[in-house]
């Protein structure tokens, strides 16, 4: 079965330290992979995505990176932290490929990352 | 685009019913449910890839108008466990666009 890891669960940064967060998926081979943001109390902000290894694709602009050195690792960073990167990220997968015009695949998140910007 | 959900916030007491609502100015090829617990990550519930499809998970089902360009997700005889906060997603090649949430709460 595929199972997905997210860590750390929890950090506390001071604005201006970089950030790294990861993401390894288990069980399934060229998954599709995502980082989305939420906010405290708001909706799911999506921020990045891959669809194969070194190949993401970015949705919002900000201070944020993401890279795929391998094909189940997925990596958000960040050089800078600034006070409004605070909030729940979470990593997902889901199966590869694009499903055309019937939308995307389905999506299994991992237990997600709390970052608190101080 | 962004989907939009309403109501925002939904109160109960167990037993009632609640329709989630979920509309997008663009066209919508799919649309996914998923429910989050406070401080929990996301939990897929259902996908609708079809016009008129519905379907049912226990007594939460879904309705998918691709004409109107609206979905509908029904809570029928609610219970403590339904409370949570409910995302549709409305899905397009890679990417899954969530709205912003109906926060559901389910008093005794």
């Known amino acids: 079965s595929q199972t997905i890891h997210q860590w750390p669960a929890t950090l506390v940064q001071p604005v201006g330290s970089p950030l790294s967060l990861e993401c390894t998926v288990e069980g399934t081979s060229n998954p599709n992979l995502y980082w989305y943001r939420q906010a405290a109390g708001r909706g799911l902000q999506l921020l990045f995505y891959s669809v194969g290894i070194g190949q993401i694709s970015s949705e919002v602009p900000q201070n944020l990176s993401a890279s795929r050195p391998q094909d189940r690792q997925f990596i958000l960073s960040s050089k800078k932290l600034l006070l409004s990167d605070s909030g729940f990220y979470l990593c997902?997968?889901?199966?590869?490929?694009?499903?055309?015009?019937?939308?995307?695949?389905?999506?299994?998140f991992g237990a997600g990352s709390r970052l608190t910007v101080l | 685009q962004q989907p939009v959900q309403s109501p925002q916030a939904v109160i109960l007491r167990e037993g009632e019913d609640a329709v989630i609502n979920c509309s997008s100015s663009?066209?919508?090829?799919?649309v996914h449910w998923y429910r989050q617990k406070h401080g929990e990550a996301p939990v897929f519930l259902m996908i609708?890839?079809?016009?008129?499809e519905q379907k049912g998970h226990e007594k939460i089902s879904a309705s998918f108008n691709e004409k109107k360009q609206q979905s509908s997700l029904y809570l029928t005889a609610s219970q403590l466990s339904y409370s949570g906060t409910y995302f549709c997603g409305s899905g397009s090649n890679y990417k899954l666009t969530f709205g912003k949430g109906t926060l559901l709460t389910v008093n005794p």
């Open positions: 997902a997968w889901s199966v590869a490929g694009p499903a055309g015009q019937s939308g995307a695949n389905v999506l299994t």
């Open positions: 609708l890839l079809k016009g008129g």
């Open positions: 663009k066209a919508l090829y799919s």
